[in-house]
């Protein structure tokens, strides 16, 4: 299996603090690959360094074995790295349609038109529509995203994520502050993603029923280093993972 | 539905400004509205930068300045006809790209503030280029010039003014509902996604400077010709906290927002010079727009169409909830 995305001595040091320190990982094509790891663990910031958001102190990341990093956000997302992040970010004074639209502008590489045909513009809106139907979002349309409430704004968020088609999707704590009842949705989205098998997934999850179920692969994180990685079940039983996790029933299943 | 209403209200509105002269024939009050025209397009286009896509200037005068310039000394030189005026459109057409886009090039990828500070250094710059270059714009005493016949009749003057207001209006309508103006509001609205959706941002930001550049410049091109006089006062500070104080009491993010508030501040301003005679305080008009400046922004950030499509909105809540939807 090839690998899609590759991280070499992958450092990042704020002030004299290191947040990351020497991640080699190598993500395959077409596989679900699951980051857990305790809070202040380095995760997020794992995934800023990926999409570009922040740039490493040392080390090198390759996608689809191009050197990106040295490469802006923008830059990336264009190559095929997409991201969702955990604290929602949307644009609030915009309609929820209007939101997807953006992405779904973005992918079709649609950027200074002026005089835009109208039925163009349809088709666009028309795929946004799809888009907005799969994360069950399609009644919220024409609502402004700032009054979304927090689990709303979390589905347009993969909304827009998805809208832009990218072949690594970067997924940040999906389901962070959703009410109970709305997990169960987001997590047969993100099934029926993986299920397509043609895309790249990595996902910070700190619910662990959904990474057994999800993942081929699991990383982990532990005060700064890659601590482990295999499939869930082998995650399961290493010991270091157990004893990192305060008494090991962090993981009893 | 609503939409069409909308429209036919416009143009109604529109109908009645082109018939007004034969109705009403005042000629002061022709050209007050006749200025109330020409700010509002600078004010829509200062609203592009400032309410689409949320850019701070302080030196929107200078594309304003450069305009009027280019028209008074090109009529000057080479005579009051239309070739004249055509090559003044060409110069300010291509200083306006060339400084604005300069301008944006160099402070637009930094914070907004370096935007701000710059633009606001460019017309300081330009205001005593054109006091000290004597021999081309006669320093701060300014000069008079004529223009072509045809434009010197105040009811024609009036509508060619009115008809460019609609144009670019129009122009600015279709810009801001296109893909490329919903990109420069999510830029307003957050900055950081509208980079990771992919787009490069600053290329947006230089060109929404350079088209708002541009407009301006056409429009201290009407603005010197209304008054067939120019001298520095058009670099001046005032001129843009003028058309800031526009856009912000009318509404940012609106393009009727900068028509209204261009009505209001101009007819405010007409009507306060007048009252100078009663109390002198009526003179320093500024002290009291700045009084009404701290109060919209305090209790109306949003303006007045801001506020009024707030309102509806409300309105129209109201109503769903009453039918129980």
Same mark, same amino acid.
């Given at each position: 299996?090839?690998?899609?995305l590759?991280?070499?001595?992958?450092?990042?040091? @704020?002030?004299?603090?290191?947040?990351?320190?020497?991640?080699?990982?190598?993500?395959?094509?077409?596989r679900?690959?699951?980051?857990?790891?305790?809070?202040?663990?380095?995760?997020?910031?794992?995934?800023?360094l990926?999409?570009g958001?922040?740039k490493p102190?040392?080390?090198?990341? @390759?996608?689809?074995?191009?050197?990106v990093?040295?490469?802006?956000?923008?830059?990336r997302?264009?190559?095929?790295?997409?991201?969702s992040?955990?604290?929602?970010?949307?644009?609030?004074?915009?309609?929820?349609?209007?939101?997807?639209?953006?992405?779904v502008?973005?992918r079709?590489?649609?950027?200074?038109?002026?005089?835009?045909?109208?039925q163009?513009?349809?088709?666009?809106?028309?795929?946004?529509?799809?888009?907005?139907?799969?994360?069950?979002?399609?009644?919220?349309?024409?609502e402004?995203?700032?009054?979304?409430?927090?689990?709303?704004?979390r589905?347009?968020?993969?909304a827009?994520?998805?809208?832009?088609?990218?072949?690594?999707?970067?997924?940040?704590?999906?389901?962070?502050g959703?009410?109970?009842?709305?997990?169960?949705?987001?997590?047969?989205?993100?099934q029926?993603?993986?299920?397509?098998?043609?895309?790249?997934?990595?996902?910070?999850?700190?619910?662990?029923?959904?990474?057994?179920?999800?993942?081929?692969?699991?990383l982990?994180?532990?005060q700064s280093?890659l601590?482990a990685?295999?499939?869930?079940?082998?995650?399961m039983?290493?010991e270091?993972?157990?004893?990192?996790?305060?008494?090991?029933?962090?993981?009893?299943? | 539905?609503?939409w069409?209403?909308?429209w036919?209200?416009?143009?109604?509105?529109?109908?009645?400004?082109?018939?007004?002269?034969?109705?009403?024939d005042?000629?002061?009050t022709?050209?007050?509205i006749?200025q109330?025209?020409?700010?509002?397009?600078f004010?829509?286009?200062?609203?592009l930068?400032?309410?689409?896509t949320?850019?701070?200037?302080f030196?929107?005068a200078?594309?304003f300045?450069?305009?009027?310039y280019?028209?008074?000394?090109?009529?000057?030189?080479?005579?009051?006809?239309?070739?004249?005026?055509?090559?003044?459109?060409?110069?300010?057409?291509i200083?306006?790209?060339?400084?604005?886009?300069v301008?944006?090039?160099l402070?637009?990828?930094l914070k907004?503030?370096?935007?701000?500070?710059?633009?606001?250094?460019?017309?300081?710059?330009l205001?005593?280029?054109a006091?000290?270059?004597?021999?081309?714009?006669?320093?701060?005493d300014g000069f008079t010039?004529?223009?072509?016949?045809?434009?010197?009749?105040?009811k024609? *003057?009036?509508l060619?003014?009115?008809l460019?207001m609609?144009?670019?209006?129009?122009?600015?309508?279709?810009?801001?509902?296109?893909?490329?103006?919903?990109?420069l509001?999510?830029?307003?609205?957050?900055?950081?996604?509208?980079?990771s959706?992919?787009?490069?941002v600053?290329?947006?930001?230089v060109?929404?400077?350079?088209?708002?550049?541009?407009i301006?410049g056409?429009?201290?091109?009407?603005y010197?010709?209304?008054?067939?006089?120019?001298?520095t006062?058009?670099?001046?500070?005032?001129?843009t906290?003028?058309v800031?104080?526009?856009t912000?009491?009318?509404?940012?993010g609106?393009l009727?927002?900068?028509?209204?508030g261009a009505a209001?501040?101009?007819?405010?301003?007409?009507?306060?010079t007048e009252?100078?005679d009663?109390?002198w305080?009526?003179?320093?008009?500024?002290?009291?727009?700045?009084?009404i400046?701290?109060?919209?922004?305090? *209790?109306?950030p949003k303006?007045?169409?801001g506020?009024?499509?707030?309102?509806?909105?409300?309105?129209?809540?109201?109503?769903?909830n009453?039918?129980?939807?």
């Amino acid at each position: 299996m090839e690998s899609i995305l590759k991280t070499q001595n992958l450092t990042i040091t @704020f002030g004299g603090h290191i947040v990351l320190k020497e991640i080699n990982v190598s993500i395959q094509r077409n596989r679900f690959t699951s980051i857990i790891g305790p809070n202040g663990a380095g995760k997020t910031t794992f995934f800023n360094l990926l999409s570009g958001q922040l740039k490493p102190t040392q080390g090198r990341i @390759f996608f689809r074995d191009q050197d990106v990093t040295q490469l802006s956000p923008d830059a990336r997302t264009r190559l095929g790295i997409g991201r969702s992040f955990q604290i929602t970010d949307v644009f609030p004074h915009l309609t929820v349609l209007e939101n997807v639209r953006l992405a779904v502008q973005a992918r079709a590489g649609i950027h200074f038109h002026v005089f835009y045909p109208k039925q163009k513009m349809k088709e666009l809106e028309d795929k946004a529509m799809e888009w907005l139907k799969k994360a069950l979002l399609e009644h919220k349309k024409n609502e402004l995203a700032t009054y979304l409430t927090h689990g709303e704004k979390r589905k347009l968020e993969i909304a827009m994520l998805l809208a832009l088609e990218t072949e690594l999707l970067l997924l940040d704590e999906p389901t962070a502050g959703m009410s109970l009842e709305e997990v169960p949705m987001i997590l047969e989205l993100i099934q029926s993603l993986k299920d397509e098998q043609n895309r790249t997934i990595l996902l910070i999850e700190h619910k662990m029923d959904m990474i057994r179920n999800l993942s081929d692969q699991v990383l982990v994180l532990y005060q700064s280093e890659l601590l482990a990685q295999g499939t869930p079940e082998e995650i399961m039983q290493n010991e270091l993972v157990q004893s990192a996790y305060l008494g090991g029933d962090f993981l009893a299943p | 539905m609503k939409w069409e209403k909308k429209w036919i209200f416009g143009a109604m509105i529109a109908l009645f400004l082109f018939v007004l002269p034969w109705i009403y024939d005042s000629r002061s009050t022709l050209i007050l509205i006749t200025q109330i025209f020409i700010f509002a397009v600078f004010a829509m286009s200062y609203d592009l930068l400032l309410g689409y896509t949320g850019i701070i200037s302080f030196g929107h005068a200078m594309f304003f300045g450069i305009g009027a310039y280019s028209t008074g000394i090109g009529l000057m030189r080479n005579g009051e006809t239309w070739t004249a005026l055509l090559y003044a459109l060409g110069i300010t057409v291509i200083l306006c790209l060339l400084l604005s886009h300069v301008v944006g090039m160099l402070s637009l990828r930094l914070k907004s503030h370096y935007y701000a500070m710059l633009t606001l250094a460019f017309t300081g710059l330009l205001q005593v280029g054109a006091e000290k270059w004597r021999s081309l714009t006669k320093g701060n005493d300014g000069f008079t010039f004529h223009i072509p016949e045809f434009l010197m009749d105040r009811k024609i *003057f009036y509508l060619f003014s009115l008809l460019f207001m609609i144009i670019i209006f129009l122009f600015l309508y279709q810009l801001i509902s296109s893909p490329f103006g919903k990109v420069l509001q999510a830029i307003r609205e957050n900055e950081r996604r509208a980079l990771s959706l992919g787009y490069q941002v600053v290329h947006y930001k230089v060109w929404a400077n350079v088209i708002a550049g541009v407009i301006a410049g056409l429009s201290g091109m009407v603005y010197a010709l209304s008054l067939r006089f120019i001298n520095t006062s058009v670099f001046a500070v005032d001129i843009t906290l003028d058309v800031l104080l526009m856009t912000i009491i009318g509404g940012v993010g609106t393009l009727l927002g900068p028509i209204i508030g261009a009505a209001l501040i101009e007819t405010a301003h007409e009507m306060l010079t007048e009252l100078a005679d009663v109390h002198w305080l009526f003179e320093r008009w500024i002290i009291l727009f700045g009084l009404i400046y701290i109060l919209v922004v305090l *209790f109306f950030p949003k303006g007045i169409v801001g506020t009024w499509n707030e309102w509806m909105k409300k309105e129209r809540w109201k109503k769903w909830n009453r039918l129980g939807l």
